[in-house]
């Protein structure tokens, strides 16, 4: 029988970035040009004070897709910018987005990569006095 080992990523943040239906994949390219490695996308409904331009003022449900992205702290600032740019955030009306810090995920690295971040991991500790 094989030994299984957890590899645990700390020092990441979770951005998620709420959007009108059909920005999606504008936003994960701009992301992915930035450095993120990938995205979750998802449906959602949503409801605010432009959605209740309905008959009689009833609010009308408008649907969302909410898109999550898991980057590395040294990565964050510069994806969350790019994906508020892609997005036009800067804009009422079209969305929101933010940032959680994530104490700690596990997925599959594959040998090769973990064994460059290891090595680079002990070459910086070596520098510290």
Do not use: W
């Not at 432009?50 to 600032?77: F, H, M, P, T, Y």
């Amino acid at each position: 029988m094989s030994l299984r080992e957890i590899t645990v990523l700390t020092d990441i943040a979770l951005i998620t970035c709420i959007v009108q239906r059909g920005l999606a994949d504008t936003i994960i390219q701009a992301a992915r040009e930035a450095g993120a490695q990938g995205a979750t996308v998802h449906f959602a409904r949503g409801m605010g004070v432009r959605e209740r331009l309905g008959i009689l003022g009833v609010a009308v449900e408008v649907e969302k897709e909410v898109v999550d992205i898991v980057v590395s702290k040294e990565q964050v600032e510069r994806v969350f910018e790019r994906m508020y740019l892609a997005g036009n955030l800067d804009t009422p009306g079209m969305g929101i987005m933010y940032i959680t810090p994530l104490e700690k995920a596990a997925t599959y690295i594959p040998p090769d990569v973990l064994g460059k971040f290891v090595d680079d991991a002990n070459k910086t500790d070596e520098k510290k006095p």
